[in-house]
């Protein structure tokens, strides 16, 4: 169904949606999007004392990560898990041995443990990788982690949505919205394009 840009959209028919973030007024800001197109949203931050109904959740655990999807799951299907998070210094700057050494542990590991125990407790979970705008290419994190997360999705047959967006306080938030409901075309033939090099660099 076609709608002018006045008119809102609402997606009555989709399953909860999960935001695991290191940043909560961000989360918060496309949490407040989101709800407004009807989605039911459920957030989690790392740490175990958070404020309800926020989830609690332990990157460096397997088991924070699948009881955090059981909560989720007994309000319903899971139909998006959303990883929001930053690679880079705020800074901008270099970043430091020990830098380097947290964000292994949570921005590798943690959603790397979060996305084998999605596909092992959902059926038809799409995931999202939302990957800070300012960040492009200032961090030799972000392909790593853009690798991990192709790797993961081959393996456990998942869809994903890799997508750019919070650049700043005031930007709007619309195209990531529809990056995550519907999925971006320039982004998804992005990650098919990357897959396709990786298959081929590998067969030679």
């Keep these: 169904m076609l709608t002018t840009a ?4 609402y997606y009555t028919d989709m399953g909860n949606l999960l935001i695991v973030s290191h940043f909560s007024g961000e989360a918060e800001r496309l949490e407040a999007r989101l709800r407004e197109r009807g989605i039911d949203v459920f957030l989690a931050f790392p740490g175990e004392n958070v404020d309800e109904p926020c989830l609690p959740w332990k990157p460096s655990s397997p088991f924070s990560s699948k009881s955090l ?3 989720v799951l ?8 959303v990883c929001l998070h930053r690679v880079h210094p705020e800074s901008g700057g270099p970043l430091s041995f020990s830098e380097i050494e947290e964000r292994v542990d949570t921005c590798l590991k943690g959603w790397l443990f979060l996305l084998k125990e999605a596909a092992e407790l ?3 979970s799409e995931v999202v990788l ?3 705008a300012d960040g ?3 961090s030799p994190l972000v392909p790593l982690l853009e690798a991990g997360f192709l790797s993961l999705l081959e393996v456990c047959r998942r869809m994903g949505i890799p997508a750019r967006g919070l650049r700043r306080e005031k930007a709007t938030l ?6 995550i409901l519907e999925g971006d075309g320039k982004s998804l033939y992005r990650w098919r394009e990357i897959r396709e090099r990786r298959r081929l660099w590998f067969s030679k």
């Design 122 to 124: 959902t059926r038809k």
């Design 6 to 9: 006045s008119e809102p959209l």
């Design 174 to 179: 619309d195209p990531l919205v529809d990056s």
């Design 136 to 138: 492009e290419g200032s």
């Design 74 to 81: 007994q309000k319903g299907e899971l139909e998006r898990l």
């Design 69 to 71: 999807l059981l909560q």
């Design 130 to 132: 939302v990957l800070d």
